[in-house]
């Protein structure tokens, strides 16, 4: 998850980091109407469904839309897609949906919007009518506090379950549609859909079925290069990029092979695969939005351009791809109970994303290490960071467990907070990695070195090659597979770990490493704050700066307890105007003299003078091998 970001990429101790049952889901909960094997059988919807959109109207980032919908006459209920796969929660932007008109026969028909739940449109067909022309404009954001921007100058992202209304009381695997799309002139697309003619610039994508076409969004661009990751496959894998120039999309020999490694390193792993193709959807951009969200046989990507062209400084950005694509077997082949919904209108149940996200979240690390993306110090050094997060920043588990978290979504779907570190904010991502390493080490343990996560992800995803058919999974499936490659009480270790209100940090030492402080960044944590333009002192004073503003403040830190909030602006250090260098020559002061460190700060139209006593010096997490131990997490990183 795709969160924010990822979704997700390495959520670290930033502010930026974490996007986001209790005990209540120690067992998964009983079948009901949000499982498809709780549901009574409903008749496919009769005849196909068109959706023709137009995102040629780049100046105002509108999509217009057309749909046909076969119909017979009576009361006929249409729906916007609320649950939308891989969000996590109902979020689908009704909001943007304006100019919604319903024809039949050239004659208006009257609409009305359910008051109890407005993603659902109640029409009325006439006697005669047997085909309905809807008509209405998606309004996608033209600035950036309005949401993800999502089509630009050169780019656009285009995710179908925004564009289209389909009939309630059947599911979307039973719903088919033919779908077509119309380009800016000379842009070029990727997406997973076979394209069946183009015409001009008008694209024409067979038949699917409701849910296959939702699962298939399109990254276009004026400025577009595919890449072959698997050359001669019968399956083939495709890079395909949009950036904002041309210069953007230039990429070395040394920089793709990584990426080829990357599906070899993803195929040894799961032992199958659950596609007939894939597509990587990748933008390198600064002007539309960056994301990453999972699909079945593609996934949406968003870096920002420098990602080739400065292939150092964008080390941080380099496990996007392995998740995103895990997510093909975590997720969309074996999915949560839970999350195996026949619609898109069922509430969905999250209380399994530690499986779906935190396993992810953990191969994605190791496949980016294994593949080549990132170097094994990258890879310590992003664990470091996790780590860290979870060693010192994160008090809100006093209060809250892990499992806790994963109602987050729904919660605060994703909405800015606070104070993160005491609320929590969707921890099963990076928690969830360090239980799943706890759980590769024991598994390592048990077997003398014998077996692994690596056996659990092959009998677990590796079934049924080549099938797309969703194989749901409940907590007694997963404990089921795990003592099948070694034997073990798993459902009261996991329980132990998921239900505690104190951090995962268990498997860390069991790998044999340790969590140290310097006081020096690490080389890929320097990559990361350069890229996000932040100072991290989370780890001394507990909090970021950007520019002089306070972003993310530990609560009951350091600076937490001199009075400094988020938001605040650091005017002054010592006496002096502030500047990112001049605070951390006073860390370094305090930590030599004892001498209080003095800000001017401005929160709101307050400005006060504060001093906070601290003497712990300049704090970075690093990982740091423990004497005599056997080193598991250099086996754990190694290519198969």
Known sequence: ?????????????????????????????????????????????PGTLTVDVDATDLTRRVFHVRQTVPVQAGPLRLLFPKWIPGKHRPDGPIHRLAGLRVNGNGQRIAWTRDPADVYAFDIVVPDGVSVLELSFDMLSPTASNQGRIVMTGDMLNLEWGTVVLYPAGHDVADIR???????????????????????????????????????????????????????????????????????????TDAQIEPHRALVEQAYKLFDSQHFDHYDFLFSLSDRMGGNGLEHHRSSENGVRPGYFTDWDASVASRDLLPH???HSWNGKFRRPAGLATPDFHQPMVDSLLWVYEGQ??????????????????????ALALVAATYADDRPGLDWRTLQDTTHDPIIAMRRPQPYRSYQLSEDYYNAGALVWLAVDAKLRELSNGRRSLDDFASAF???????????????????????????????TFLRSRLDANAPPLDGLAAAGWKLVYRDKPSTYHKALLGARKTADHTASLGMTVASGNVGAVRWDGPAFNAGIAPGSSLLAVNGHAFEADLLEDAIRAAQADGTPIELVVKHGEVVRTI???????????????????RDRLARILAPL
């Open 360 to 381: 992810t979240q953990y191969w994605g690390m190791v496949l980016a290490a294994r593949s080549g993306l990132w170097k094994k110090q990258d890879a310590l050094d």
């Open 461 to 491: 995803f590796g079934v049924d090659d080549g099938s797309w058919d969703v194989l749901p999974y409940r907590f007694e499936d997963v404990v089921a597979a795990l003592d099948g490659v070694a034997a073990h009480d798993w459902a």
């Open 324 to 326: 995103e694509f895990v």
């Open 1 to 45: 998850m795709p969160h924010p970001f990822r979704s997700t990429v390495l959520l670290s101790a930033l502010a930026v980091a974490l996007l986001p049952v209790s005990a209540l889901l120690a067992q998964a909960p009983p079948a009901t109407a949000t499982s498809p094997t709780g549901m009574e059988a409903r008749a496919p919807y």
């Open 611 to 629: 001093a906070i006593d601290y003497r712990g010096g300049l704090r970075y997490p690093h990982l740091e091998r423990i004497d005599g131990s």
């Open 177 to 251: 549609i033919t779908p077509s799309l119309t380009l800016p002139a000379g842009w070029q697309a990727g997406t997973a859909l076979e394209l069946q003619s183009r015409a001009g610039d008008v694209l024409r994508y067979g038949t699917v079925d409701f849910e296959t076409l939702q699962d298939s969004p399109v990254y276009a661009g004026r400025h577009f290069r595919r890449i072959d990751l698997d050359p001669g496959a019968e399956r083939p894998v495709m890079l395909d990029i949009v950036a904002d120039a041309p210069k953007y999309l230039e990429a």
